[in-house]
């Protein structure tokens, strides 16, 4: 039949010429189409459709067709009704989520979850499986509206769950941005139970491809009660967290945003470095240390300097080495139309004169630094 004659077919029909038939109309494009129409006009109508295809929900839900009529009718249908939906549905919930079609009609289900019995239900079929929802390219689309839409309290079991399960959600490539939205809509009690775990865990996540971004995503907040003792895990390990892809990035960032003191012992970390020359020569940590040159506190800065200068003749050529070459080169030794920015100051333990810019930074002129 042509798509024309199939509209042709509900053109003027009524509701009661259909009655007994409606779970066949519902998993039919144009019948489901004429089925959501009917659920617009008086209520007399939604009870006629709930009572008919109510058993059929599971099924329904899952339907290519079928599922939008289904968010319609949850929509439009009362509380008694609803909760009833709600009952049929509960043993099958995971298999309901997992589904492509099934996950929207699960979602527009919490969206319009209206009684403490309704959530309760819920709540009760998520529970064992928030998890594997979670790791699930449909399924974690569930657990985010309920993250969006249900208050503090009835996402808690949310917040235990990944709170036990830290690193294996963290780790995972749909787990790690549920995460970040668990962050999102946090109370202070639940980030603070949730930065916890995940600082307890820091090593193993800033390694990974995706647990990197959660412990980023923490340092983003700004907020040194949070981030503090995050970033103060890494101070030890501070050389081999740099030369590792993901790692590396983390540290960077924690060089730019962390505590006066913390950033210290970072940088530390790395001027104490007995090897700097793999440091400088390896892909992933010279951007650390380029990032320490940018950020560090003058002393600091000049004890930096004074480790890379006796390596610059032999990294100058090498593809990483040029930055920090250029990098040193360039703040050490200003041009003549800079000049009238910079003014003298007392000399280094080596008494070689030393000048600071606007910004405070302290810049050396000793000539052996740029080899």
């Given at each position: 039949?042509?798509?024309?004659?199939?509209?042709?077919?509900?053109?003027?029909?009524k509701?009661?010429?259909?009655?007994?038939?409606?779970?066949?109309?519902?998993?039919?494009?144009?019948?489901?189409?004429?089925?959501?129409?009917?659920l617009?006009?008086?209520?007399?109508?939604?009870?006629?459709?709930?009572?008919?295809?109510h058993?059929?929900?599971?099924?329904?839900?899952?339907?290519?067709?079928?599922?939008?009529?289904?968010?319609?009718?949850?929509?439009?249908?009362?509380?008694?009704?609803r909760?009833?939906?709600?009952?049929?549905?509960?043993?099958?919930?995971?298999?309901?989520c997992?589904?492509?079609?099934?996950?929207?009609?699960?979602?527009?289900?919490?969206?319009?979850?209206s009684?403490?019995?309704?959530?309760?239900?819920?709540?009760?079929?998520?529970?064992?499986?928030?998890?594997?929802?979670?790791?699930?390219?449909?399924?974690?689309h569930?657990?985010?509206?309920?993250?969006?839409k249900?208050?503090?309290?009835?996402?808690?079991f949310?917040y235990?769950?990944?709170?036990?399960?830290?690193?294996?959600?963290?780790?995972?490539?749909?787990?790690?941005?549920?995460?970040?939205?668990?962050?999102?809509?946090?109370?202070?009690?639940?980030?603070?139970?949730?930065?916890?775990?995940?600082?307890?865990?820091?090593?193993?996540?800033?390694?990974?491809?995706?647990?990197?971004?959660?412990?980023?995503?923490?340092?983003?907040?700004?907020?040194?009660?949070?981030?503090?003792?995050?970033?103060?895990?890494?101070?030890?390990?501070?050389?081999?967290?740099?030369?590792?892809?993901?790692?590396?990035?983390?540290?960077?960032?924690c060089?730019?945003?962390?505590?006066?003191?913390?950033?210290?012992?970072?940088?530390?970390?790395?001027?104490?470095?007995?090897?700097?020359?793999?440091?400088?020569?390896?892909?992933?940590?010279?951007?650390?240390?380029?990032?320490?040159?940018?950020?560090?506190?003058?002393?600091?800065?000049?004890?930096?300097i004074?480790?890379i200068?006796?390596?610059?003749?032999?990294?100058?050529?090498t593809?990483?080495?040029?930055?920090?070459?250029?990098?040193?080169?360039?703040?050490?030794?200003?041009t003549?139309?800079?000049?009238?920015?910079?003014?003298?100051?007392?000399?280094?333990?080596?008494?070689?004169?030393?000048?600071?810019?606007?910004?405070?930074?302290?810049?050396?002129?000793?000539?052996?630094?740029?080899?």
């Amino acid at each position: 039949m042509s798509n024309s004659n199939a509209n042709n077919r509900f053109a003027g029909a009524k509701l009661e010429d259909y009655k007994g038939k409606l779970y066949e109309l519902c998993k039919d494009q144009n019948g489901c189409r004429f089925l959501q129409k009917k659920l617009e006009e008086p209520s007399a109508n939604v009870t006629t459709i709930c009572e008919e295809i109510h058993i059929h929900f599971v099924e329904l839900m899952t339907d290519p067709f079928g599922n939008y009529l289904c968010q319609k009718l949850l929509e439009r249908c009362d509380d008694p009704q609803r909760t009833v939906i709600v009952d049929i549905i509960a043993p099958e919930f995971l298999k309901i989520c997992l589904n492509m079609h099934g996950t929207r009609a699960v979602q527009k289900l919490i969206e319009f979850l209206s009684t403490k019995r309704q959530i309760q239900a819920v709540i009760a079929a998520l529970h064992p499986s928030v998890v594997a929802l979670i790791k699930d390219l449909n399924g974690n689309h569930v657990i985010q509206k309920c993250l969006h839409k249900l208050s503090a309290e009835h996402n808690q079991f949310i917040y235990d769950t990944v709170s036990e399960h830290c690193i294996e959600v963290a780790t995972h490539r749909h787990g790690c941005c549920v995460l970040q939205r668990c962050i999102d809509h946090a109370t202070e009690q639940q980030k603070t139970q949730l930065v916890k775990v995940i600082t307890e865990h820091a090593l193993p996540l800033v390694q990974d491809p995706f647990g990197n971004y959660v412990v980023q995503y923490v340092l983003d907040l700004n907020d040194a009660k949070y981030s503090d003792g995050l970033v103060r895990r890494f101070i030890e390990p501070v050389r081999e967290l740099s030369v590792q892809k993901f790692s590396s990035n983390v540290i960077e960032k924690c060089i730019r945003v962390s505590e006066p003191d913390t950033k210290r012992l970072l940088i530390a970390g790395l001027t104490n470095q007995p090897n700097m020359e793999k440091l400088l020569r390896d892909s992933f940590a010279n951007y650390v240390i380029q990032t320490c040159l940018d950020y560090a506190e003058q002393d600091q800065r000049i004890k930096l300097i004074d480790c890379i200068r006796p390596l610059l003749p032999c990294i100058r050529n090498t593809p990483y080495g040029k930055r920090i070459y250029s990098k040193i080169q360039r703040d050490s030794h200003p041009t003549n139309n800079n000049r009238s920015k910079y003014t003298t100051t007392p000399t280094n333990n080596n008494n070689t004169p030393l000048y600071f810019n606007q910004t405070g930074k302290f810049l050396s002129n000793d000539d052996s630094i740029y080899l």
